[in-house]
């Protein structure tokens, strides 16, 4: 029976904590009394997977009839799935989407559907490579599919791809890929990873254009999205619930399925990871030293390669489909059992160790502006109910954060960091001033569509990902950063945590409250 | 009275633009109030005559004590009293019109003061100057006189080395009477130097020559294309034959035992002239080395950089780290206003009946300045108030130690090869950006120490001269004076206190001159290379150009087709591949040097017989897996700034078109070389047109920009190389990016904006240029499924 999350006191026979550093380590030694938040263990995968899927599938959730059911010969059937951002790290083969794609196309071949298609919910995220396509969906269905042009990922820049499906009450546009829209059934097919993924959001965003996420990719939106990881209280949800739900009304019919990932989240010579420090054995404590010291050894475009060819462990451990809403609810509480972690009270100071992986760096590089994202946007957004750290707290982050980007896969970000975060870090100027020109600069868009390339306006949403946690706190600290990207971010660089501590004391006095967030694997903190 | 004695007179004065020239007319328009002064001055190229002495000497700070004087009256009075004939001593008859030779005639009395005093002048052209031009001087003022008609009085300035270097006392004697001249028949000289310069002229046609001209300029230049090449050989030739007339004059001189080329034609012209003078009176005066004013028109006033200053201004900013000389020799000094009194106390005298005489002007005999004092007073000056470098610290000067010119000119002759082995060395490696500026700072050293090496072998003479100049008769001349006289027209050289001459007078003058940093601390101005970046992002340019190989993305021609063969070949086959392309390599590159042209044509050949519709579906995924990681962001930053201005963006490369059809959303225009293709839609390897290389980048350029009705002055050209010149070259602003050590050079030297761009920084580099594996399924053998979509037949191996 795994071990629930659990919230550790600090005291003088705590061992060094382990902090994540980007593609190394450190550990630190936390003042007494600080406290110490670890995730859950695993929970145990299901047995029979490919079962499983067969199950839900045939028995679904709220107002849908079995799949097999919804097929019929000479309909227009769309199979979407989510793209290289998920899950994370990537899992090792076979995918979750290779599986419940091969059995949706297994109906749907017995039902005699000739016309499928299947669309990477890229939205305004790069297309994925070959390699990538075949990864998440397996060999058999890439070969059958691509070649014929019937494998495809989203161009949201494409007018002859997208319709227009009018507006939400609220006035949003919502515009989503034509083919979708025009189908007899759309399926979609989720990774959960974390609370804020699926429900509405899949189709209402994934298959999305800028016309229609510019209404909840924004900055007001993201600053009353509180947290991002809980649907009731996020704007973002409220927003795409509204376009789904709209959606629904124009008669487009979905099928959805949502799947939930265990967080054995690292294989075995990383498994000291996926520990508390003071149950490290000898063996563990032999694995640290000699990953963490050969790392720093490692130069750091091998180290960049060594981190992204990690293929993770975790698996399913739910699976459920049918109408969106009722499925959602249940994938939302199946999230929790493996991620919730009760939090007495906030804190003064949340210190965290950024790992070398987010959403958008997955084959490529982590620049500065996802470092911030993944910290601000993500790690401060773990939270239920209140955030972990007070308003006016500190964060304090660990990552080396070096001026890298990868220039196939984030030319705007390279341009975004050059020209706007050297003029302003406002989140409200820079979407006022800024985001219109990149969003619509027409060589982004030829590298959106054409090559590998985010969006222009990718790195706003960043950018705007991290205004609710800008918003609130009263000071950022990037431990061992390179000072000028650090500075550039508009945070303040430290080459020590008790450093960091000691110019946290500025803005919170001398004897704050201390809290850190031991992740990865991921964790939703309910403050109480 | 000397003002007296020239009352109503008009006073002719040739070389009236030179340094003695001008302080002698301001004196005689200022002191002497009744003269009228005639200046013989050559018009220039595109400015007449009269022009040359409104910019020329009217403007100059000498004239500023007068202009406060009259006031609103200067111009006035000078109309009045000044009046211009244009002509030339270097010519017969001097080239002056009927008019203005009327005029010239007229005068009562000519100062002679034209020369070329550059100790480095061709010998031809000081020989026309120096040697000739008092007797065409005399020619004209004597021919055709009729009887009794008075002859104006030729006043000649000459200089106080015609003797020679030797030791000992110099007398103030003609030449033929002075013991040890050396006797020369300066007709045999004047023909003789006539004679080198057809001989130079003709030496530096032969084929042999040329040859090596054109391979300098190649090795300067690179494949810049012939105009270019052509132009600079040119260059090089005239600059070889003008080397080799001055060291003709130098060596001729020397051989004769005269320092330089400027005494020894000096010398003979004063010989030439009294041979010449017919029934014109002439007296001669000799004045030492003259430098800055003591006191007339103002203390330390000074015209043009001249002998000791750059030597001075060398040793204060510690470039020059030894001058040779001995230190007790006398260095014989005068300043110009003392030389200027004593020529027009000579004019005030008239000539004498005996004949021509001879007047020194020098400070040697009366008031000697020992070389040992003059470095001392220098180097206590620039202790107290040193120069700056570039970072704003002071400058320290080095000690000198007094050593023979031999060994200082050994040492600067080693280092002058050392930094030019240095600078080869670098030029024809590699390397580009920020290392290749390495080179053009060696070339700024060697630049130096040739320089040092330059002033060693021109005036190290004149630190060693231990001749003694007698003033005898000069004095006796200012003792003839009134006392009146002697205040006005001081040139008794006892009366110079030489601590004060050179720290108060003519050091800070000087230095003020030289445009030197004589303040600590940064500079407050904008960088230069920001005011560059914003005169090419200025709104007004029109094109902006770019070259694309190094200068937008860090790849080429032969990885794009390395990678675009690979991509459909097995690991094994691949290998094979890579290890083919390496062993050629050098050869490609030296092609590559020789002529870009010639290479893109040889090296396409390779993609014959590839099918066209699939090397272009494969350039897209080249675009993202090669082009992109190896762009330079900050240069397609760079090129959209300018979309964004309004300029018209244009790439102009030798690259295919279908490998940068991905890059065309990026730019208005492309220029590139396109292949042609046969019935089965397979490429033939040829070349459709000319690939857009060298000059015919410049003919691009200039048709594009008269088509569009556009200025190439108004635009900019971004390239890398010097094989990129002729691009370069055809805008008014010209940007060198991440330049070889070749054009790092010239960008420096014409003061071209240069950037750094790199690759996105953290970007994944693959070790070699060589597309994905491609996923074979499994069953299927690699083999079979394998076509080969660029011929890389045996013929691929073949290199020319």
């Avoid at chain 1, 691509?146 to 949201?156: C, E, F, H, K, V």
């Avoid at chain 1, 401060?380 to 308003?391: G, S, T």
């Avoid at chain 2, 008609?149 to 030449?175: I, N």
């Avoid at chain 2, 300043?335 to 004593?342: G, I, L, N, R, S």
Wanted: aromatic share 8%; proline share 7%; hydrophobic share 40%.
């Amino acid at each position: 029976m795994p071990r629930p999350g659990f919230v550790l006191d600090v005291d003088r026979s705590t061992p060094p904590t382990l902090f994540w550093h980007g593609e190394q380590f450190r550990t630190e030694r936390l003042p007494t009394g600080s406290r110490i938040i670890y995730p859950p263990e695993p929970l145990a995968a299901l047995e029979d997977i490919d079962g499983a899927i067969r199950h839900a599938l045939l028995n679904p959730l709220g107002d849908s009839q079995p799949l097999p059911s919804l097929l019929t010969s000479g309909m227009k059937l769309t199979i979407c799935f989510d793209d290289i951002s998920l899950p994370l790290p990537p899992m090792q083969r076979p995918d979750i989407r290779q599986r419940v794609i091969e059995a949706v196309l297994d109906m749907a071949a017995d039902a005699g559907v000739d016309d499928v298609v299947l669309i990477a919910a890229l939205a305004l995220h790069r297309r994925m490579t070959e390699p990538e396509l075949r990864h998440a969906l397996g060999d058999r269905v890439y070969d059958s599919f691509a070649p014929s042009g019937r494998l495809t990922q989203l161009d949201a820049e494409d007018p002859e791809q997208m319709l227009h499906l009018g507006t939400t009450d609220q006035g949003e546009d919502v515009e989503i890929s034509k083919r979708a829209a025009t189908s007899d059934l759309i399926v979609y097919v989720n990774i959960n990873l974390v609370a804020m993924d699926g429900g509405h959001k899949s189709v209402a965003t994934g298959l999305a254009s800028y016309r229609s996420l510019k209404h909840h990719h924004n900055v007001r939106t993201l600053q009353h999205s509180r947290s991002l990881m809980d649907q009731k209280r996020s704007e973002l949800h409220t927003s795409n619930w509204r376009m789904g739900r709209h959606i629904a009304a124009q008669g487009i019919k979905i099928f959805q399925i949502e799947t939930t990932m265990n967080t054995n989240t690292f294989p075995d010579q990383f498994s000291f990871l996926m520990k508390r420090e003071w149950e490290w054995t000898a063996r563990d404590r032999m694995s640290y030293m000699a990953v963490s010291r050969s790392l720093d050894r490692t130069p750091s475009r091998l180290r960049t390669t060594i981190f992204q060819g990690i293929k993770s462990p975790h698996q399913m451990t739910s699976v459920q489909a049918g109408e969106v809403e009722a499925v959602h609810e249940v994938t939302t509480a199946n999230v929790h059992r493996q991620q919730l972690v009760e939090v007495e009270g906030q804190t003064d100071i949340l210190t965290m160790g950024l790992p070398y992986i987010c959403p958008y760096n997955v084959n490529s590089v982590m620049n500065p502006i996802l470092v911030a994202c993944l910290g601000l946007g993500y790690f401060f957004n773990l939270y239920r109910n209140k955030p972990l750290v007070r308003e006016g707290g500190v964060l304090i982050m660990h990552h080396p954060t070096p001026r890298a980007f990868h220039p196939v896969h984030h030319p705007s970000y390279i341009d975004f960091f050059d020209q706007v975060l050297a003029q302003t870090t406002d989140p409200l100027e820079i979407e006022a001033k800024f985001e219109t020109s990149f969003a619509t600069d027409p060589w982004y868009i030829h590298l959106y569509r054409t090559s590998h390339a985010y969006h222009g306006v990718h790195p706003f949403y960043m950018w705007y990902w991290c205004a609710h946690a800008l918003q609130h706190l009263g000071m950022v600290i990037i431990v061992g950063g390179d000072p000028k990207s650090v500075r550039r971010l508009g945070f303040k660089p430290a080459s020590t945590l008790s450093d960091a501590l000691e110019m946290a004391s500025d803005v919170v006095g001398p004897s704050p409250t201390l809290t850190h967030l031991h992740a990865p694997p991921l964790l939703i903190a309910d403050v109480k | 009275m000397i003002t007296s004695a020239l009352e109503g007179k008009r006073i002719g004065v040739t070389g009236a633009t030179g340094f003695l020239g001008t302080a002698l007319v301001e004196r005689l328009l200022r002191v002497v109030p009744g003269c009228e002064v005639v200046v013989v001055v050559r018009a220039g190229r595109r400015t007449p005559a009269a022009q040359r002495v409104k910019r020329e000497i009217l403007r100059n700070d000498c004239f500023d004590r007068l202009r406060q004087q009259w006031g609103t009256g200067f111009d006035a009075e000078m109309d009045r009293r000044l009046k211009t004939v244009a002509g030339d001593v270097s010519t017969e008859g001097l080239g002056l019109d009927d008019e203005d030779r009327a005029l010239f005639r007229s005068c009562d009395i000519v100062v002679h003061s034209a020369a070329s005093v550059s100790f480095d002048s061709p010998l031809d052209a000081a020989v026309e100057v120096n040697l000739l031009g008092g007797s065409r001087v005399a020619e004209v003022l004597g021919d055709d006189r009729a009887p009794g008609d008075p002859v104006p009085y030729l006043v000649a300035v000459s200089t106080a080395y015609v003797a020679g270097t030797r030791r000992g006392e110099s007398p103030e004697a003609l030449l033929p009477d002075t013991p040890f001249a050396i006797d020369l028949d300066w007709q045999a000289e004047v023909h003789a130097a006539r004679q080198a310069r057809s001989d130079a002229e003709a030496e530096s046609r032969r084929p042999e020559r040329l040859t090596l001209f054109a391979k300098a300029a190649r090795s300067e230049l690179g494949a810049a294309g012939a105009p270019l090449l052509a132009d600079k050989l040119e260059k090089l030739r005239t600059e070889w034959v003008r080397e080799r007339m001055v060291q003709a004059g130098k060596s001729r001189a020397h051989s004769l035992g005269w320092p330089d080329a400027y005494a020894y034609t000096k010398a003979l012209g004063e010989r030439a002239l009294l041979a010449n003078r017919g029934d014109v009176p002439v007296s001669f005066v000799r004045p030492s080395i003259i430098e800055s004013a003591l006191a007339e028109p103002k203390p330390g006033w000074i015209r043009g950089f001249r002998m000791a200053e750059p030597v001075i201004i060398s040793y204060g900013r510690g470039l020059l780290k030894q001058f040779p000389g001995i230190p007790e020799g006398v260095v014989d000094v005068i300043p110009v206003d003392m030389v200027v009194a004593a020529i027009i106390a000579v004019a005030a005298r008239g000539p004498l009946p005996e004949g021509p005489d001879v007047v020194q002007v020098a400070s040697g005999q009366r008031n000697p300045l020992r070389y040992r004092r003059l470095v001392k007073l220098v180097q206590t000056w620039f202790e107290e108030h040193p120069l700056y470098d570039t970072d704003g610290q002071p400058i320290v000067v080095p000690e000198w130690s007094f050593p023979g010119r031999g060994r200082v000119q050994r040492q600067l002759q080693r280092a002058t090869t050392a930094l030019s082995t240095a600078e080869k060395v670098i030029t024809t490696l590699p390397i580009r950006g920020k290392k290749a500026q390495l080179s053009s700072r060696i070339e700024e050293k060697r630049e130096l120490a040739e320089r040092a090496l330059g002033y060693v072998e021109l005036y190290g003479a004149y630190a060693e001269t231990e001749a003694v100049f007698k003033i005898d008769r000069l004095l006796a001349l200012f003792g003839s004076l009134d006392d009146a006289d002697k205040a006005t027209f001081a040139f008794d050289p006892i009366a110079i206190d030489w601590a004060y001459f050179v720290q108060e007078v003519h050091l800070p003058s000087i230095v003020a001159q030289a445009r030197v940093r004589t303040t600590p601390g940064k500079r407050k101005t904008a960088s230069r290379s920001d005011r560059g970046r914003k005169a090419v992002l200025s709104p007004d340019r029109h094109i902006a150009a770019f070259d694309l190989e190094n200068t937008l993305i860090a790849s080429n021609v032969v990885e794009s087709y390395s990678w675009l063969a690979t991509r459909h070949l097995p690991a094994d086959e691949r290998v094979r591949f890579v290890l083919r392309t390496l062993r050629e390599a050098p050869t490609l590159l030296a092609l590559d040097r020789r002529d870009r042209g010639d290479f893109l044509r040889h090296f396409y050949r390779r993609y014959e017989g590839a099918s066209r519709q699939q090397v272009g579906d494969d350039a897209w995924n080249m675009f993202s897996d090669l082009i992109l990681r190896k762009a330079f962001p900050a240069g397609i930053r760079r090129v959209r700034e300018h979309r964004a201005l309004g300029h018209r963006t244009l790439l102009i490369t030798g690259a295919l078109d279908f490998a940068i059809e991905p890059l065309r959303p990026l730019f208005d225009d492309i220029v590139c070389a396109k292949l042609g293709t046969d019935s089965d839609g397979r490429l033939t390897g040829e070349l459709l047109t000319g690939p857009p290389t060298g000059e015919a980048r410049a003919l691009v350029m200039a048709r594009y920009a008269e088509a569009e009705g556009l200025s190439l002055t108004e635009s900019v050209a971004y390239a890398d190389s010097a094989s990129d010149l002729p691009m370069l070259e055809a805008v008014g602003h010209p940007v060198a990016v991440n330049p070889e050590a070749k054009l790092a050079t010239i960008a420096r030297k014409r003061g071209w904006h240069v950037e750094q761009w790199s690759k996105a920084p953290g970007a994944p580099r693959p070790l070699l240029p060589i597309g994905p594996l491609l996923h074979v399924p499994r069953g299927r053998s690699r083999v079979n499924n394998h076509r080969n979509p660029v011929a890389i037949s045996s013929k691929g191996g073949e290199t020319g």
